[in-house]
């Protein structure tokens, strides 16, 4: 894919995002369009801005059109959101790297969205790649996580980005897997 920017999201991108990320929503797609990946939690103006000034909000751009996304929280942010909460209340239990993800600097990864005509084309590496640029100097591991019922997802977290996929968990009785990864800091050559 040619042509495509990443860069910080600002308020004029985030009609375009919230757009994406409706139409993304696991209660608004088929049961054949889910099985390229869905979203679980809404969004809104008001909390794309709160989390863009929070850590960021990354996106993608082709001819000044939003073609995907990614979102970024501190843990502070993220203790607002029941599933979030609950999952780092297992980070001193979970392993990461030889240590519990508790001893880390981390912050919290997704929603994360390429819209249908660009998946795999390599969108996600290139808002990947800007994100751990943006992240680089404030956090040493991120966090994410995966519904187990999200194979695209989950493959494209590990085998595409290499995030490391640490335990399970349940929420609402639904199942999650939690992936982690290293932020390592930039070489600007
Ligand atoms: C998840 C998402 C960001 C991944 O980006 P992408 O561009 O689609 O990712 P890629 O195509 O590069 O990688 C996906 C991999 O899963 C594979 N895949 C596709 N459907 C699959 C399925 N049902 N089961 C297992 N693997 C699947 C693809 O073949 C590809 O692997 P390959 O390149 O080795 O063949 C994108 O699909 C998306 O936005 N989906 C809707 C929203 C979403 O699910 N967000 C994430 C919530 S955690």
Redesign the pocket.
Known sequence: MTNIIFRRASAADYPEIIALHKK?LFSNLSDIER?????SIDISDPLLAAINEDVAVIVGVQEKVAIAYVCATTQEYSQQIPLLKYMMSLYPETMFQGQPLSNYRSFLY?????AAA???????QGLFKALLAQVATQFNAGVAF??KD????L??HT??LGMEMLRDFEFNGKSYFILGFPVLPQSHS
């Open positions: 993304n099985q390229d990946g869905f979203l997704g929603p994360v969205c390429v660009y998946r795999g084309t390599g969108i996600l995966v519904a999200n194979p695209r997802s493959r494209a085998q595409k």
